[in-house]
């Protein structure tokens, strides 16, 4: 899988002139056919980048190719599951021009240029991170960055619940990691709680089935934490 079948997958990939090839956040520019051409594309939030960068520094397999400098297709999934569509979905997706003013369709120039960002996304990944607000540099830093933080461990966070414990109320506090973090993502999110039980129903089956593997059955009720 590379990202120029991605990019083609997503937008098509045309051929022809390109010239004036220009990327920046949130717009490229290039002039394809004679024609001026620019595809804007929404740069996802700080908040999105965060919680990708978080992911990302989480996890060796990709922190470790991030920090050399690439950018696999697999990487670009897990922005995607965490809302920054490095690709954009289609050309709904992008306000896209072209000088030329055909309305009624996607025109040749803008799939020349299309064709273009997948021969460049090929060539260097990150000309599609600087295209949604991050250019190789920055998103190095603050995956580095986000690594530095918070590692996978949890060990300092399970000091810090068992000091403020008494606080928590029970069932209340379920998330015991930043939503923004790393392990705030990575962790499995909870199941919904515990059916409705009647009171006294543990203690029932003990008594339709004693002596059986039910005496080794905690009793039931709710969580306890
Ligand atoms: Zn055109």
Redesign the pocket.
Known sequence: MSWSREVARRLGAGSGTVERWSVAPGEITAR??G?E?SLIRAVPTEEAWGRVCAALASQEVFRARVLAGELPVPVGEVCALLGVDLVPRGWDALVAT?????WDGV????RAVAGVLGTEADRDPFTLTRWAGRDRLALRSQVMAEGAIKGPSTSEETVGDNVSEAKIEDGDDRFEHAPNSAAGFWSAPMPPGPPEIPSGAGDRVRTAAPGAVADELPPFGPLRT
Not at 98 to 102: A, L, N, P, T, V
């Open positions: 394809a056919g024609h051409v072209c000088s030329c003013d055909r025109c040749a120039h803008l």
